[in-house]
């Protein structure tokens, strides 16, 4: 017999759904971006420039602007996160797409849970049970069921875009791994988002498109940088925190590739076919799998 878990675990899978349910709203606004003149280099600038400024002025008001002296191990951990997890992943997944196409990317992106499950066993100690492992397969196969709708090209291949597609996977997974030792959420997305700006900057020199900044993409970026980005992300950390088993975080995460597919229709009138829907059947399921608890008692 199987039970939900209590107490804060509840909570911690209710935000990171939450979480999830928001991301699926950075597709949508990314389109109204690029609509009105933005490129993914602007976008990803406005993006996490903006997140930080949000970040901080929430952390200074909750907290106090002395909340934003931290040691340099905290500092350190906020680097790396915003690093690897905002910055050479949207490199990486940026490279599969140009290589590789959308549809490969997603699916090669959901590889994710399972570098968590990996690290999470390696680092934190964590079993692994035939249940975490069903789920694990499960939502794989839904999520590329769902990102591609059953549609997959493989003569077209290429090394390099399938080489960065797993690499998003990747520095995506580590997101759960890393903010796994934070003690302060908005402490720790300020800073995240302030690494991640600089990285963006480097990597891909937003300054050199001038005429991707107007009002509308500017606008749109802010949207994006509060709800899915400052306050998505808030719901994330807050509750990989409280989650027993970092693994299980990816894959009730993946709710996002729900919520996108919802909105896709509902504002964008996107078909889905009957293997997309059968995709997102799966997640649902995997999503429930890693949601309970089976209890040995009643067994």
């Not at 039970?3 to 928001?22: D, R, Y």
């Not at 993914?40 to 406005?46: C, D, G, R």
């Not at 549609?151 to 997974?173: D, H, K, M, P, R």
């Not at 509060?226 to 027993?244: F, H, N, R, V």
Request: aromatic share 10%; glycine share 8%.
């Amino acid at each position: 017999m199987s039970q939900l878990p209590l107490g804060k675990e509840t909570l911690a899978i209710l935000q990171i759904l939450s979480a999830g349910i928001l991301w699926g709203l950075v597709g949508p606004l990314v389109k109204m971006m690029e609509l009105h003149g933005s490129t993914a280099a602007s976008t990803s600038f406005i993006r996490m420039l903006f997140a930080f400024l949000i970040m901080t002025a929430f952390t200074a008001m909750k907290f106090g602007p002395k909340a934003l002296i931290v040691d340099k191990r905290t500092l350190v951990a906020c680097a790396v996160l915003g690093v690897v997890s905002n910055g050479i992943y949207n490199m990486f997944y940026t490279m599969a797409i140009a290589n590789a196409g959308i549809a490969v990317s997603a699916v090669l992106l959901n590889t994710a849970p399972i570098f968590t499950t990996v690290f999470s066993m390696l680092i934190f100690h964590e079993g692994i049970s035939l249940l975490k492992v069903i789920a694990l397969c499960i939502n794989v196969v839904g999520c590329s069921l769902a990102a591609t709708g059953g549609q997959l090209n493989l003569e077209t291949l290429s090394v390099l875009g399938v080489s960065c597609g797993i690499a998003s996977g990747f520095t995506y997974g580590m997101a759960a791994i890393i903010a796994g030792s934070a003690t302060n959420t908005y402490v720790m997305s300020a800073y995240s988002y302030l690494f991640a700006t600089i990285s963006v900057l480097i990597l891909f020199q937003p300054w050199t498109c001038p005429e991707s900044y107007n009002a509308a993409t500017i606008g749109y970026g802010f949207l994006l940088a509060l709800i899915p980005t400052s306050l998505a992300y808030l719901l994330y950390y807050k509750g990989i925190l409280k989650m027993k088993e970092t693994s299980k975080v990816p894959i009730i995460a993946s709710v996002e590739m729900i919520a996108t597919a919802i909105i896709s229709v509902a504002f964008f009138g996107e078909y889905l076919s009957p293997a997309a829907i059968f995709g997102i059947v799966l997640v649902v399921a995997s999503i429930a799998l890693m949601s309970v608890r089976i209890s040995a008692r009643h067994r």
